[in-house]
Each structure stands twice: as C-alpha cells, then as structure tokens.
C-alpha cells in the first residue's frame, strides 16, 4: 500500500461513513494535514469534516458530483479509500480505478488486487501517519480549486426546459434557495439533514460548506423513505433541527412518522418534493419520459393533500408552488416551534435534474 501512495504524483484521499461511526475523524484530519492530499467524501460520507478549507475538493457522488471533483478523482494515480463503502452508486469510478485504490474499512485492506483482511483499518491510518510525518515530501503542495460561485452549481444542473419559467421550482432551484437561506442566515451550524434515495438527495450531495455530521444519507443501502422516519432520531441525536428534503413516494411510505415528531414537539422540517412521479426510478426505466411525459405506470404517483396531512398528524402545514413562495416561505417555516413543519414544495413532473441526467446516462 505505501509503495502506491509514495509513488502517486496525483493522490487523492475518498473518505466515507466509517470514519464517524468509529470515530476516527481527528485521525483523518491529521493524515491530510500530514500528507497535504486532496480529499473528497462519498454520498454515505458527506461531512465526514466541516466542509471547506484548501484541502477540499467536494463530495464525490460519481456522475452527480461537480465536474472539477470528477475530473481530479477520475485522474487520481492513487485513491487512498478510508472508511468507504464502494457501490453501484459508484460504477465509473471502479471500471476506472479499481486498481489504483488503496482501500480500508472495517472488513481490512485492499491495495489494488491484494487483499488483507486482518489489517485494522485504525492501525492502518496510524502507520500510514507516522509514514506521512518521517518521509520526505510531505506535506504535498496540492490546493484544491474553489467551489462555483453562486448561484452554481444549481443553476446549470437546474433542467434547461424551464429556463424560460424563472418562477417554477425545480430541484435544483429548490437548493439554490434554500441553502443560501441557510448559508445568509447563518442557520447551517444548527442544522442536520437527512435525505433518503430520491432525486433530492444525488441533488443535494452537490452542496458545499455543510457542518461536520449534519449530512445523514441513505445512499449505500436505496432506503426510500428513510429521510422521514429518520428524522426525529437525527434532531435528537444531534441536538440539531432536522431540514429533511423527502420525494413524495418517500413520504408516501412512512409519512406516520410526522405524528411521533408532533407527539414529542420536535420542530423538525420535511419538505416534500411533490411532482407525483417516483422520479428517480423513472430515470434508470426510461429517461425520455421527462421529455414525453409518458411515465411507466407504476412510477405514478397519487396527489395526495399535503396541508391536511399536517393537519392530521398536528404538523405546521405550507405549500409553495413558486420560487417568490419559497423565498417567502423560509423564514416562516424557520420560526415554527414545539412541532414540525411538512412542506409541500411543487415541482414539474418533467423536471429532469443534470445530477440525475448523467447517473441515468452511465
């Protein structure tokens, strides 16, 4: 494994999931201080670190990611992986460099074709260390290039069919917005977001500047719906307001969880991103539906009322249909207390992210 990582000219490190849930994030910070590699996140490990800094590349969600994030993995003479889990999500990254990874995680070590199960991946990252700070050098110049500037990356990934309709939502519109709300109001350090597998989320691994942990995403494991029921857990675990971005067939599954948030007062958000569609599996059926508007009959979804459902389950309701009801809406939905706020946020059935675009093309 060192002979890889010593010989790289252009290494990166891909760190995921693991990492927090061993605690070992203070280690990996410590390897890229010492290294001075570029490093970038899985879907899974999206805030493994506070985002930022000249080290960061942005979080790799392989086709979905940011051009710049897949130009500099993609040409990698090294990958050291820690902590990941490598899976479908990620086909082009492994037909590319599958033999120029350097991969450890819970199950042992891989470097390229040679495995060793009974290497920890802790002891691996501590030898890996001292091997950083003894070698000559390192740390390695490498400076990341910066984040797009806003309104980007949302508008170019926004779907060009309504280019011409500024006041329709679309996905990632939806971002746009409600992360510079987030980013302007200083309210990212108070957040955590949990997404399950929808459209929303391969949208929302785009984001940049999120705090450490406040990413949950179901996306190594395609839960649809885990966003929802997720949602209590990840406020009170994190002692921070859950702002869950849901599909509507996400909802649709485990939608009684609102009551429970109601029942104990958590003033978590779940926006529903409401086009009754399930589009992501439309995308891997048949991608021209977003042109024809001929959806595969079990990707239809029923339009349910989404200010009753509030209602029912003793919710804060809101609908908005526009961008200016957006913008408008955000402050509002920020002030609700003592119980949660369900969001219906409308969006074009047709709405065909770039993020989505790409994974589909693969």
């Known amino acids: 494994a060192w002979l890889m990582i010593s010989a790289a000219k252009q290494p990166v490190i891909l760190a995921g999931v693991e990492l927090l849930r061993f605690g070992l994030t203070d280690l990996l910070q410590q390897l890229i201080d010492a290294s001075g590699f570029l490093y970038t996140t899985t879907s899974l490990g999206k805030t493994v670190l506070d985002e930022g800094g000249p080290k960061f590349l942005g979080t790799y969600a392989d086709e979905a990611s940011l051009p710049g994030v897949i130009d500099t993995v993609l040409g990698a003479d090294c990958v050291l992986c820690l902590g990941t889990f490598i899976t479908d999500d990620y086909l082009t990254f492994i037909e590319k460099q599958y033999p120029h990874m350097v991969l450890a995680t819970a199950e042992g070590v891989r470097a390229g074709y040679f495995k060793y199960p009974d290497v920890v991946m802790k002891a691996f990252m501590q030898a890996l260390l001292k091997k950083f700070k003894t070698g000559k050098g390192y740390p390695i110049k490498a400076i990341a290039p910066p984040p797009p500037a806003y309104p980007e990356p949302w508008k170019s990934n926004s779907d060009p069919k309504f280019d011409k309709q500024p006041e329709v939502i679309t996905y990632n519109r939806f971002f746009q917005h409600s992360m510079a709300f987030l980013a302007d109001k200083g ?30 995403a179901s996306a190594a494991w395609q839960c649809v719906g885990f966003e929802t029921g997720a949602a209590s857990g990840a406020q009170l675990g994190s ?3 859950a702002w869950a971005v849901a599909g509507d067939g996400g909802v649709m599954m485990v939608c009684q969880a609102i009551s429970t948030m109601a029942k104990y007062k958590i003033n978590g958000v779940i926006f529903v991103m409401s086009n009754q569609v399930y589009a992501i599996e439309q995308v891997y059926v048949d991608m021209s539906a977003f042109q024809t508007g001929k959806f595969d009959t079990f990707d239809i979804l029923p339009h349910w009322d989404y200010l009753a459902l509030a209602q029912a389950y003793g919710a804060e309701g809101f609908r908005v249909q526009t961008v200016s009801e957006l913008k408008a809406a955000l402050p509002q939905i920020w002030k609700v207390k003592g119980r949660p706020a369900l969001v219906e946020v409308v969006i074009p059935a047709l709405d065909l992210p770039g993020q989505m675009k790409r994974l589909g093309s693969e």
């Open 187 to 216: 309210y990212l350090d108070q957040i955590v977001m949990p997404l399950g597998v929808s459209s929303a989320m391969y949208v929302a691994t785009n984001a940049y500047g999120m705090r450490q942990g406040s990413f949950m």
């Open 239 to 241: 002692r921070k307001r």
